[in-house]
T-cell receptor, first 118, second 113 residues
């Protein structure tokens, strides 16, 4: 099946610094990528939808200046948490969709990135 | 608006017990339906899917049937194993954004030896 890879899987940073998380589709062209945030023992919260070459669409309540999303190519999207604070600590998961043979609308997920802000 | 509702957990079972996790949805039209599984510390993996009414998705002993009349997609497994302990998410596709899924709240399953 399709593979989506995230990096880094773990990151610890100091409060006030910025952190970049990468999401790559390894074997298909991801026209759309989604970024989710997951709190402990809770469901996925969709943060934003990004289409290659255009600005991301953020969900209500998500600060676009805080969570910068770039989708510059069909295989790479990045999420940058700017001026991170402890309340930004969370598990961030990306997913990708794209046209490929046999595609029936499912999403392919990255392994997730756990951010801890000290 | 469209939604997906899963039975609340957590669910705790003994090994070899029968598992059912209920999932119902609301939607216009006939969306594709999915079950995803998340093992501890990992991202989500597609477990099975069904794209039209009466389709049965199956994988690793898990099954779910797309029931249009009851708008349901319940997940079942006849004999669970300790390794099945995970969080299970029901999801539906469709909508105006291609590939955008609506997820249920997730059900934590713990299987004891």
């Amino acid at each position: 099946g399709a593979v989506v890879s995230q990096h880094p899987s773990w990151v610890i940073c100091k409060s006030g610094t910025s952190v970049k998380i990468e999401c790559r589709s390894l074997d298909f062209q991801a026209t759309t990528m989604f970024w989710y945030r997951q709190f402990p023992k809770q469901s996925l919260m969709l943060m934003a939808t990004s289409n290659e070459g255009s600005k991301a669409t953020y969900e209500q309540g998500v600060e676009k200046d805080k969570f910068l999303i770039n989708h510059a190519s069909l295989t790479l999207s990045t999420l940058t948490v700017t001026s991170a604070h402890p309340e930004d600590s969370s598990f961030y998961i990306c997913s990708a969709s794209g046209m490929r043979e046999g595609y029936t609308g499912e999403l392919f997920f990255g392994e997730g990135s756990r951010l801890t802000v000290l | 608006g469209d939604s997906v509702t899963q039975m609340e957990g957590p669910v705790t079972l003994s090994e070899e017990a029968f598992l059912t996790i209920n999932c119902t949805y609301t939607a216009t039209g006939y969306p594709s339906l999915f079950w995803y599984v998340q093992y501890p510390g990992e991202g989500l993996q597609l477990l099975l899917k069904a794209t039209k009414a009466d389709d049965k998705g199956s994988n690793k002993g898990f099954e779910a049937t797309y029931r249009k009349e009851t708008t349901s997609f319940h997940l079942e497994k006849g004999s669970v194993q300790v390794s099945d302990s995970a969080v299970y998410f029901c999801a539906k596709g469709g909508g105006t954004s291609y590939g955008k899924l609506t997820f249920g709240q997730g059900t934590i399953l713990t299987v004891h030896p």
